[in-house]
């Protein structure tokens, strides 16, 4: 059965189509933190639609409220309903300190890529700014705006031109810079202090500064400890709007609301989108402060900025996230994962990182000669997935095991999970 269903796809769908050669899987069905394929095989999913499913596939709370929506009405623009009004003060609720109380909420467009845009014109309406400060190493999306930040090439090389006057600097990463946390952090603020100050350095005027608080596609970058509020005091001493991409960090994955909590510094701007759907329902936010509320009506358009059964989905999984504490739940199983790997970090030099925070986790692997192993990743995501555990790659080399899974894993999956990629990784390094 998946052997046809993948063999179809390959004739019939686009070219476009991404999933790993390797991991060939057509999905049946999921509950919580497993799926099923369509031949009846059960997986571990460490990968949960790309950190869409915070609380678990089908999740029966989220469901109920979905199937009551469907049935009344699915689609209105902006036209008020309660379960519009209702998100927009969950958000508020959930929003980071220097927001809360005074979060404005535009429902740009379904994806992750419209919130994006969304905040760059926000930036931009506001400062009359022209030019952006991304960085090295960053994801934002597939959409002209988000591409131009982006800095990967290999997404964007056959799409310029793109916007101009985008300015990548370095984001700090002691592990591949080989520095220490503070001199990692010091050397990014700055390269985006002197980018801000200097014309020269491509930028005439700069509307604002967009970051991941944590680097997803990147590699789980998790800078140390200052760099977000070094880049709230460029932005405020420069007039910059400071935007942070919250998209794959933010609605719990971290252990936290969103990524910045920890660091307890709250952007101007901030982007979701992926689990705010609640169970994959395409849904994303830009939340901004309301000082920044200047658009005029209809300044920033669409027609999908309404999905009600998505909002209404996106409350009942933040409440099902308050409702079982799995904000502590991802920050213990975080420690215990980043535990077991580290473990296994100890038997082999070829496993030279492992990072994140909660349930945001990366471990990154190299070769012999100490340079980056994305072959060896995808050895080891194709013997997890023959083992039943489905786990995902980043970093431009592709040489990070990424473990995204959905928050509501128990400790005993995780701790299955774990015995199966640990014998993996001793396997392929031995
Ligand atoms: N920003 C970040 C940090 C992301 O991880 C992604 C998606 N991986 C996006 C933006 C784009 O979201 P979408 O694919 O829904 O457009």
Redesign the pocket.
Known sequence: QTQALLEKQREIDSSAVAYPEDIPIAFEDGKGATVRDADGNTYIDLFAG?GVLNVGHANPYVLEAVHEQADKFVHTVDFPTEARLELIEKLDEIAPDGLQGQNKVVFGGP???DA?EASIKLAKYNTGGDGLIAFRGA????TTG?MSVTSNKAFKERYTPLLPDVVHAPYPDPFRQDKSPDEAVNHALEEVQAIVEDPYGGLANPAGIIV?PIQ??GGIVTPPEGFLQGLRDIADDNDVVLVF?E???GLGRTGKWWASDWEGVAPDAM?S??ALGGVGFPL?ATMYHEDLDTWGSGDHAGTYRGHVVGMRAGIRAIEYIQDHDLLAHARDLGEYIRGRLREAAAETDRLADVRGKGLFIGAEFIDTDGHPDGDLVDAIQQYCFERGVLVWTAGRHGNVLRLLPPLVLTHELAETALDIIVAVIEELTA
Do not use: P, V
């Open positions: 790309i994806t992750g890529s994006i994801y934002h999306g597939a988000a991941e997803g596609e991409d998209i794959q960090s982007t989108a992926k994303s």
